[in-house]
Each structure stands twice: as structure tokens, then as C-alpha cells.
């Protein structure tokens, strides 16, 4: 099972708003909609921020959205803030022997 | 609160095997599927595989067939994971991670176990 491909890098001035992008296949991200993503600062251990394509836990910002279409999924932070600067990571169920599988991490850096 | 408090660093030599451990609290731990997650230094996330806390069934991903266990213990609330035969390339961040409510998520995640793997 190879991993969810993501764009390397994204950067945004704050206050705009940034896209990232996470592309698999119909056997994961587009044969379900259980694709979460994930946030993580240097040294520390990954936070869910959108799950089900486009559910946001409880405490997660609603400048955080996620959607999906065919076999690539998005997610879109508006209003970019400083704090908002660190590496994401997609992930899906799959129908393949490794049930699940993560994105290759796109870092964002807030100019 | 929920806490995954997981067991300190590790050094080990190749060919050896490490054992790290995940103690949880707050939820009720055989209601919920745990997970075992990894880390390389600058890389990305990948996932090893997951033990149902209850019934006990495992699911591994099929890159670390044969060279992994998982496994728990119902009356610590303690996940496990187990590794054989390390490689220099085994050297990673490994996190154990709850699968929420409502599954294919993972909520919340343990600070992470650094094991090294050198001769």
C-alpha cells in the first residue's frame, strides 16, 4: 500500500486562506468517506483536525474544512495564523491487506 | 481526561527486539481499538496496526508482517507493541493512538517513544 500522495509544501501569507491537496485511489480516499487529517508541531505528537472528510472534532477551529472529490481530498485553513504553521498529514481506510495509510505530509509555512 | 502514557526511550543494537508500552486512562479501554503508529526522524507517519482491546483481534500492516506483536493487557488498560529483528531503519518515533468514537479516526495519541537502533 503506498502512501497518500500531498504536495510538499504550501505557504500563505496570514490571513489568506491555503489548500492542501492528499490524491489516492477508489481503494482509499475515494472508495470511503473516512478520510481524516492531521497537524503536527515540531517535536510533537500529531492532533486530528478534520475526520470523515469534513467532521470537525470538538476544539478544532472552524477555519479548518475538509472536502473530497473522486480519489483526492482537501483540506483548507482560512485565515491563516502563525500558529497555523506546521507539517499535515492525510489519512484513509483502505480496502487493501493494510488497512490504513497516511499521506506523505505537506509542510505549511505561514510568510 | 484521556492520557496515553507511553514507556521511555530506547537504545538497541540491530537484530535485537524492543517491546514498548502504551498505559491508558481515562475512557473505558475495552471499548475502543488502539493503534500503533511510527515515526522516522524527518519523515512521514506511517501506520504498523492496531488490536481490538476487547476481543483482542490484531490487523498489522503487511510491510511488518512477521516482524511485529501487539498486544494488551484488559487489567492495566496497556497496549504493547513489540518489534523483531530491528534494523538501523526501524530507528523512528513510535505512537500509540486511540481510534475514536465512530471509528477510522485517530483522537487522541501517546507523547511518543523514541527508539534507536545502532551498533
Known amino acids: 500500500q503506498s502512501a497518500l500522495t500531498q504536495s510538499a509544501s504550501v505557504s500563505g501569507s496570514p490571513g489568506q486562506s491555503i489548500t492542501i491537496s492528499c490524491t489516492g485511489t477508489?481503494?482509499?480516499?475515494?472508495?470511503?468517506?473516512?478520510v481524516s487529517w492531521y497537524q503536527q508541531h515540531p517535536g510533537k505528537a500529531p492532533k486530528l483536525m478534520i475526520h470523515?472528510?469534513?467532521d470537525r472534532p470538538s476544539g478544532v477551529s472552524n477555519r479548518f474544512s475538509g472536502s473530497k472529490s473522486g480519489n483526492t481530498a482537501s483540506l483548507t485553513i482560512a485565515g491563516l495564523q502563525a500558529e497555523d504553521e506546521a507539517d499535515y498529514y492525510c489519512?484513509?481506510?483502505?480496502?487493501?491487506?493494510?488497512?490504513?495509510?497516511f499521506g506523505t505530509g505537506t509542510k505549511v509555512t505561514v510568510l | 481526561q484521556v492520557q496515553l502514557v507511553q514507556s521511555g526511550p530506547e537504545v538497541k543494537e540491530p537484530g535485537a527486539s524492543v517491546k514498548v508500552s502504551c498505559k491508558t486512562s481515562?475512557?473505558?479501554?475495552?471499548?475502543?481499538?488502539m493503534h500503533w503508529v511510527r515515526q522516522a526522524p524527518g519523515q512521514g507517519l506511517e501506520w504498523m496496526g492496531l488490536?481490538?482491546?476487547?476481543?483482542?483481534?490484531?490487523d498489522y500492516a503487511q510491510i511488518f508482517e512477521g516482524r511485529v506483536t501487539i498486544t494488551r493487557d484488559t487489567s492495566l488498560n496497556t497496549v504493547y507493541l513489540e518489534l523483531r529483528t530491528l534494523r538501523s531503519d526501524d530507528t523512528a518515533v513510535y505512537y500509540c493512538?486511540?481510534?475514536?468514537?465512530?471509528?477510522?479516526?485517530?483522537?487522541?495519541w501517546g507523547q511518543g517513544n523514541l527508539v534507536t537502533v545502532s551498533s
Open positions: 493512538v486511540r481510534e475514536g468514537d465512530g471509528y477510522k479516526k485517530f483522537d487522541y
Open positions: 481515562g475512557f473505558t479501554f475495552i471499548d475502543y481499538h
Open positions: 488490536i481490538n482491546a476487547n476481543s483482542g483481534t490484531i
Open positions: 477508489n481503494s482509499d480516499v475515494g472508495g470511503y468517506n473516512y
Open positions: 470523515d472528510v469534513s
Open positions: 489519512a484513509s481506510y483502505t480496502s487493501t491487506s493494510t488497512p490504513y495509510v
